[in-house]
């Protein structure tokens, strides 16, 4: 759809909205009702974390789309003022509105400037794109995601569940132990991510005028860099460990190389 690429993001999104809507409604109606989870947080505060991943699926989204467009700046200014209106808003609330309480102004913090950069880029999405429904579109778009959905959802359920077998297993400094191990290897997510927006748009624009031979060479190279990062970290990243903790943290050294490697 590159003659109606507007028309097909703001239609596109449009769909995951109607589906974040019906979640909302269901977890609404049964969260009250779930007698060990509803003690744990409020709905009130469900309900600003389901709008918190509300706004960063469209952040994400408006973000692949100036990767698409190659619209690198756009990119960095948005991290830019989402890291500062994290720190700024959760430290006023922290030190301020919530200071007996201030697990709360940390997520209200977080929250509230991606909520509203959310909102503000879905009004932006519809202006440009002007196309509420499209069945065209979205049919385009669920044959390619929803095969997706799975994947995702194992991989968030992955990462979570880990940290709740060790905690029940064994403790909670266990956790905090393999935490610092999963933060630490997740730099090499961080470098893979940064190298990912650079390299998808350039694969995408060669494959499609059927440039193999030119992505098959790149690519080795591409292979072979990231394959570099990956050693050079699991070869630093002990160190680094003695470094920037303490010495009751050192068991994770044990761990982070697995996690680099997975």
């Known amino acids: 759809f590159k003659d109606d690429f507007n028309k097909f993001v703001a239609s596109v999104c449009n769909l995951f909205t109607m589906f ?4 909302w409604i269901v977890t609404n109606i049964i969260y009250p009702i779930l007698p060990n989870v509803s003690k744990e947080f409020d709905i009130s505060i469900v309900n600003v974390l389901m709008l918190h991943s509300f706004g960063s699926a469209i952040i994400n989204y408006i973000s692949l789309k100036y990767v698409i467009e190659m619209k690198y700046r756009l990119n960095m200014i948005i991290a830019v003022i989402l890291t500062l209106c994290n720190v700024l808003v959760s430290l006023f609330l922290c030190l301020g ?3 007996s309480q201030r697990y709360l102004g940390r997520i209200l913090g977080s929250a509230a400037g991606v909520i509203i950069i959310g909102i503000i880029f ?16 979205w049919k385009y778009a669920l044959v390619i995601g929803l095969p997706i959905i799975p994947h995702a959802l194992s991989l968030t359920l992955l990462s979570q569940l880990a940290r709740i077998m060790i905690k029940d297993m064994v403790g909670y400094s266990a956790v905090g132990i393999y935490s610092l191990s999963y933060t630490m290897a997740s730099i090499l997510s961080v470098l893979m991510n940064s190298l990912d927006s650079a390299w998808r748009p350039w694969f995408y ?3 499609s005028v059927k440039n193999y ?9 591409y292979i072979f860099i990231f394959t570099a990062l990956t050693i050079v ?11 920037v903790s303490s010495k009751e943290y050192w068991e994770s050294i044990d761990t982070v190389v697995p996690l680099i490697v997975a």
């Open 20 to 23: 974040f809507v019906l979640v």
């Open 97 to 99: 509105l919530y200071n």
């Open 122 to 137: 879905y009004v932006i999405l519809q202006i440009n794109g002007k196309c509420l429904i499209n069945t065209k579109y």
């Open 205 to 207: 624009t060669n494959y």
């Open 213 to 221: 031979s030119e992505l098959k060479r790149k690519n080795n190279y």
């Open 233 to 243: 970290l699991c070869l630093i990243m002990p160190e680094t460990i003695k470094i």
